[in-house]
Each structure stands twice: as structure tokens, then as C-alpha cells.
């Protein structure tokens, strides 16, 4: 069926996927995220990262990060995609392993369960810093791994499609309660599994461009949100907490 630009815009349907008021849920999260990133970023240690970081790979094209760790994945004879690996490790953090209890989970999904080599454990806590870093930058710097513009339509979507599945899994590892989130990160949840679907059947065109694009932007900052509600809110509250129990 085809869809007009009103219709896409109006329910923003894309690729088959109809994001409904969850997409305007994403990009009013640009209005409250910017003060709440910015409190975050201010603590010590995560201030201290983010420095450290600004420059780390950021000129680095996404073609040479895959390709960095498709390579340590190869020496490991572990199986997944570069892009899968990093979807589990943005939805581990973004769930609340922004600073400790991460690795074990990544080891359970990317090696059932067990060690790392050591090459490549190195290579993910580099990624997971990284990742830190750009979830609380408060200019929103985080970005999807994913293959480059030079790659097909078709190849990008089916990279977001399973970077986007593998950041389900990983948030559900470190949440099992989910369910009990707010409605709003519960609506991005939902739309995401639709995403984890779409239809990989595309036209090389500008609209279809277009239309990735804009599904592009709202797993990003879907995955944004869900780093706020997990670890920006919960560390204020026991910050809250804590500063209470002084007082008392």
C-alpha cells in the first residue's frame, strides 16, 4: 500500500512500522534531556570520561570500527555481527550498567557466559566508555553503530533492524521489570520490537532514504530515553535519597 508523505508524517509509518505517538514521545525527549544530561555529566566520574573521550574515535568512520571488532569477534570464533554487539552493549548500559555489572551480561550474550579474550574484552570496555560518554553528552552525541551511507538501503535497514533487537535483549537482561518502566519508555520498548520486524523490501530512493533516516533517529533517541529513566533518574534519586538521610 502506498503512503503519503501526510500519512507517513502524521503516523510516521515507515517501513511498515507505525510509530505512532511514541516518535513524538522521542523527540520531545530532546526537550527535557538536555538538563538532566547536563546534571549527569557534571558528576566527577562520568566528567571525567567524557573528557577523556571527546576525542575517541569520534573522526573514526563506522566502516573501520566494524571492521575493528568483526575482526577480534573472528579471532574469538564468536558469531555476531559488529552490530549486534554494540546494540546488546547500548541496551546493557542504557538499562542501567552505565558503570559497573555490565561485562558479566555481555559475556552471557556474546560468549555464553564465559570469558572474553583478552584483546577483545579490552575492545569492549573501550566501546563501553565510549558509549557512556555519548549517551550523557548533553549535545547528543550518541550514535548507532552501523554500516555507512555507501551501503545499500536494504543492507542499513536489516544492520538497524538487528542492532535494534539486540538493544531489546540487552535492556531485558539488565531490566527484567520492563513493564513497570514509565509509559513513555514502555511505548519506545514496544515500538522497537516493531522496528525488530520492519520490512527489508525497499526502493533505493530518496524517500525511502528519507524514511530510514527518520527510523534511524528514533531508535536513537529511544535508546537516549531509556539511559535517562534507567541512569540518569535512578542515580538522582539515590543521590535524593542519600542527601535525605543526611539531613536526617
Partial sequence: MQVTKAE????????????????????KARQFLPFTLVSFANSDSIAKVIYSLRLWDMATPPSLQIDKLREQLDSAEIGQHPVEVHGALVGIISGGGAETDWLQPMCELMNDGKALPTSLSSLIQEMHQDVVARLADPEFGFTLLLPEEEESLSSRLEALSLWTQS???????????????SEDVRDVIRDLAEITQVDLNVTE???????????????RMAAILCFAEFVLHAQASATGAQDQGILH
Fill in 8 to 27: 507517513r508524517n502524521a503516523d510516521c509509518f515507515l517501513f511498515g512500522v507505525s510509530l505512532n505517538s511514541s516518535a513524538d514521545k522521542a523527540r
Fill in 167 to 181: 538493544f531489546l535483549t540487552g535492556i531485558a537482561v539488565v531490566q527484567p521489570k520492563l513493564n513497570q518502566a
Fill in 205 to 219: 530512493d530518496d524517500e525511502c532514504e528519507s524514511a530510514f533516516q527518520e527510523l534511524l533517529e528514533f531508535v
